[in-house]
């Protein structure tokens, strides 16, 4: 999948997510999402981690967050679901104020088996929806659980959560990176988006930087807008992840021939924000040395202005409870400090007067 000569960090990243994503529930203690969890051990103690840094405009202003819309990304905090289990897990995200959660894999590692029954019971009583799920988009293995080889195992199980979407992280590569690969993985979307239509929910992809290159077979060509434009509104839906979006900014505002293309996520979601019912609140700190032009921090410690982000897409008429938050890093330095001063900050934000 990769073009690059050198290591790619945002393909490690996606591999190594695709490895815990989407594993069904009741799974043993050697389920993936338990291999995934850093080396470092999880921990309860909130108290003695750092105090949140908030930055952008507070004070008077209506809260730029709208209320019962935050969650947070579950794969962020792999390491205390995979030895913890989700109970103390939710426990925490109920006080940091947290209002959904999505879930990457359904298994909880050393704490023991869960039936999704108990799982969608365990949110509810700490005050979480389920609101979504990252799943694998295809795999050579007939027996993933993937859409392409497991689609009403999935919609199964995404169901008995109540889940409202189910979606992947997988970009749309199966086919390559052609106009015509795309045109084809658009087919592949729109087959997955009516099952889960079919059952009142909403099928989604998630972005990472790649999407915003340029067709392999004609560079004038942005393989997201092949995407949005193959691809059915009332079935196919988009979960813009920001951070990866920007990083999309830095990358590809050229095309393969140096001539100019410059984009702003923003925009994406302005021309048809009926599209992305979700979004993944990710920040960087902007590093024009880095490669990807951004290195990952804690929402708040960054340079992605989400207090505009966030007023522009919710100032949109009939938008201010259209659309689901959910924080996420793909590494935090510590997973419980990490969703507490996202919560902090995010919760901190307000309208400019």
């Known amino acids: 999948m990769s073009r690059f000569s050198q290591p790619d960090p945002e393909l490690g990243h996606r591999l190594s997510r695709r490895g815990m994503l989407g594993v069904a529930a009741g799974a043993t203690a050697a389920a993936l999402l338990g291999a995934a969890?850093?080396?470092?051990?999880?921990t309860g103690a909130t108290g003695s981690a750092t105090p949140a840094t908030t930055s952008g405009t507070k004070g008077r202003g209506r809260p730029?967050?709208?209320?019962?819309?935050?969650?947070?990304?579950?794969?962020?905090?792999r390491d205390k679901v995979s030895t913890l289990g989700f109970g103390p897990v939710f426990a925490?995200?109920?006080?940091?104020?947290?209002?959904?959660?999505?879930?990457?894999?359904?298994?909880?590692?050393?704490?023991?088996?869960?039936?999704l029954a108990q799982l969608k019971r365990l949110a509810r009583n700490h005050g979480l929806n389920p609101i979504g799920s990252h799943v694998g988009y295809y795999s050579d293995d007939p027996n993933a659980y993937t859409f392409a080889q497991n689609l009403t195992k999935v919609l199964d199980d995404a169901q008995a959560l109540g889940?409202?979407?189910i979606g992947t992280a997988s970009g749309p590569f199966r086919y390559?990176?052609?106009v015509d690969a795309w045109?084809?993985?658009?087919?592949?979307?729109?087959t997955y988006g009516a099952a889960a239509r079919a059952r009142g929910m909403k099928f989604y992809q998630h972005n990472h930087?790649?999407?915003?290159s340029f067709a392999t077979d004609n560079p004038k060509v942005r393989l997201y807008d092949i995407l949005l434009k193959e691809t059915d509104p009332d079935l196919v839906h988009l979960e813009m992840d920001i951070y990866w979006a920007y990083v999309g900014q830095f990358r590809f505002s050229k095309r393969p021939d140096g001539t100019p293309a410059p984009?702003?996520?923003?925009?994406?979601?302005?021309?048809?924000?009926?599209?992305y019912p979700l979004f993944h609140v990710k920040d960087g700190e902007s590093d024009p040395s880095n490669p990807y032009g951004y290195t990952m921090t804690d929402v708040g410690d960054g340079d992605i202005d989400y207090q505009r982000f966030i007023s522009a897409v919710t100032r949109l008429r009939g938008h201010r409870l259209a659309h689901h938050w959910q924080a996420e890093h793909d590494n935090p330095a510590e997973s419980f400090t990490f969703a507490r001063r996202s919560s902090a900050h995010l919760h901190s934000l307000r309208e400019k007067c």
């Open 37 to 42: 969890a850093p080396a470092s051990a999880a």
């Open 64 to 77: 730029v967050l709208p209320p019962g819309r935050l969650g947070i990304q579950l794969y962020s905090l």
């Open 92 to 115: 925490e995200l109920e006080r940091y104020g947290y209002d959904e959660v999505e879930f990457a894999g359904y298994t909880q590692g050393s704490a023991g088996p869960i039936t």
């Open 163 to 165: 889940l409202k979407h």
């Open 176 to 178: 390559g990176s052609t």
């Open 183 to 190: 045109k084809r993985a658009a087919e592949d979307f729109n």
């Open 209 to 212: 930087s790649e999407e915003f």
């Open 263 to 275: 984009f702003e996520p923003l925009n994406y979601v302005l021309r048809q924000p009926d599209r």
